[in-house]
């Protein structure tokens, strides 16, 4: 991993994700509700945070919370998840156990195990360490901390008449800018490549030893 003083980036392959991504749902019918990870590069401490936001067409039981906390592979000491619907009403917080990730790092995954019986309609997450939180640019993470909401349905539960209520933690943050007339594709290569003039847009190598890097400009 490579850390710059305004904007770091952890390169986690399809593979070492999905290891980050394992946790056992609580039974056999569980499936993922919502889960907005992705594989590409993770964002810096001084990235944007917001909370993510999910709906269900229709009432479901939810068994597990999970958050990621990569933390420049120092992960976190496990805290609290909860949801909050659009009526206002909290669930939570609930108190979650730390799993390991990417080479055995601690506590990167957080996993909440929980017996929630929830309407239909959208919910937000919230997590005790937002600081921490893993996140990027990229769909459907759109800067929204990672989150994976897992149970399943009821039987007999209909979707929602309609269109289904928008997100409670308003817009979506906005798409990074264009890159600096000086650097056109903001690319870098080499264990000494530096760009102090990207520090207006968030950015100041270096970026990698072999292979270009992207700065996500905001």
């Known amino acids: 991993m490579f850390t710059r003083r305004h904007l770091q980036f952890s390169i986690l392959p399809l593979a070492v994700l999905t290891l980050a991504l394992w946790a056992s749902p609580a039974g056999a019918q569980n499936r993922d509700l919502f889960n907005n990870f992705n594989v590409s590069s993770i964002a ?3 990235a944007p945070i917001f909370n993510p936001v999910f709906t269900l067409p229709g009432a ?13 592979g ?10 909050r619907d659009q009526t206002n009403r909290v669930y939570g917080p609930f108190a979650a156990r730390g799993e390991s990730g990417q080479g055995g790092a601690p506590n990167v995954n957080w996993v909440a195990t929980v017996n929630l019986t929830v309407p239909a309609g959208t919910f ?10 893993s996140r990027n640019a990229q ?3 759109f800067y929204r901390g990672f989150v994976i909401v897992r149970g399943q349905f ?6 929602l008449p309609g269109p289904l209520p928008g997100p409670l933690s308003g817009p979506r943050p906005p798409a990074p800018s264009a890159c600096p ?16 003039d990207l520090t207006a847009f968030g950015g100041n190598g270096p970026l990698g030893a072999t292979a270009p890097r992207r700065v996500h400009v905001s």
Do not use: K, M
Not at 60 to 72: G, S
Not at 76 to 81: D, E, H, Q, R
Not at 181 to 196: F, I, Q, S, W
């Open 44 to 46: 810096g401490p001084n």
């Open 60 to 72: 479901a039981r939810i068994t597990e919370l999970v958050t990621y906390h990569w933390n420049n």
């Open 74 to 83: 120092q992960g976190a000491t496990p805290g609290t998840i909860s949801l």
């Open 124 to 133: 937000i997450v919230f997590d005790s360490e937002p600081g921490t939180w």
């Open 139 to 141: 769909p459907p993470s």
């Open 154 to 159: 009821l039987q007999g539960s209909a979707p």
């Open 181 to 196: 007339p000086a650097y056109p594709n903001c690319t870098c290569r080499g264990a000494g490549c530096v760009h102090p």
